[in-house]
């Protein structure tokens, strides 16, 4: 059975951070998987946060995270993790977790980030 399994969400202060993680069990997440962190806010659509390639080697960012958020993955541990730092009022969302291969596409259940004084 496949599983993402999210965790780390919380409540945090502006300019706090927090440490997202994203276990992953059931489906080979070495191969040829691209993880992904997605957020979305109350009203709002479902927007891409970062991505990492299957071994790591390449990322990318929304603009709006660029230099407070960084992505990576531990494939031994089945594990890819959403370090984010400064963060600020607006990137109070659920955050989900996503993998993508060849033929699959796989959610989590999100976990929710809230960025509040």
């Known amino acids: 059975q496949v599983q993402l399994v999210e965790s780390g969400g919380g409540l945090v202060q502006p300019g706090g951070s927090l440490r997202l993680s994203c276990a992953a069990s059931?489906?080979?997440?070495?191969?040829?998987?691209?993880m992904s962190w997605y957020r979305q806010a109350p009203g709002k659509e479902r927007e891409l946060v970062a991505h990492?390639?299957?071994?790591?080697?390449?990322?990318n960012y929304a603009d709006s995270v660029k230099g407070r958020f960084t992505i990576s993955r531990d494939n031994a541990k089945n594990t890819v993790y959403l370090q984010m730092n400064r963060l600020k009022p607006e990137d109070t969302a659920v955050y989900y977790c996503?993998?993508?291969?060849?033929?699959?596409?796989?959610w989590g259940q999100g976990t929710q980030v809230t960025v509040s004084s």
């Open positions: 990492i390639t299957s071994t790591g080697g390449s990322t």
């Open positions: 996503n993998a993508v291969g060849y033929f699959n596409d796989y």
């Open positions: 059931g489906f080979t997440f070495s191969s040829n998987y691209v």
